[in-house]
């Protein structure tokens, strides 16, 4: 199974960008797995952005980000997107796709609660 992140790239502040991570090979049989995605800032921890699940309309967001940007996915297609509106230069990182099966609340919003990664895809925003 792999995850393949795409969409980033250099944006000013106030304008939008979409994400999207493409799963392949991806059986989902887990009714806790979950989709979404995370981000790191140069010199920061990586840090909780976004998460769906996969098998209801259950979504998690950071507070930094809810009300801009928004996580869907698209099970034909394996894919889940970041719809990201409103950019700040705050916003700035490398975005990761993650997913995974994390078994407690404290653990969705934890980059420990998932065992698969994509490779990232960095989002720059400019003041």
């Known amino acids: 199974v792999q995850l393949q992140a795409s969409g980033g790239g250099l944006v000013q502040a106030g304008g939008s960008l979409r994400l999207s991570c493409a799963a392949s090979g991806l059986t989902v049989t887990d009714t806790s797995y979950m989709l979404g995605w995370f981000r790191q800032a140069p010199g920061k921890e990586r840090e909780f952005v976004a998460i769906?699940?996969?098998?209801?309309?259950?979504?998690y967001y950071s507070d930094s980000v809810e009300g801009r940007f928004t996580i869907s996915r698209d099970n034909a297609e394996n894919t889940v997107h970041l719809q990201m509106n409103s950019l700040k230069p705050e916003d700035t990182a490398v975005y990761y796709c993650a997913a995974g099966a994390p078994r407690y609340l404290t653990a969705v919003y934890s980059p420990a609660g998932y065992n698969l990664w994509g490779q990232g895809t960095l989002v720059t925003v400019s003041s």
């Open positions: 769906i699940s996969w098998s209801t309309t259950v979504t």
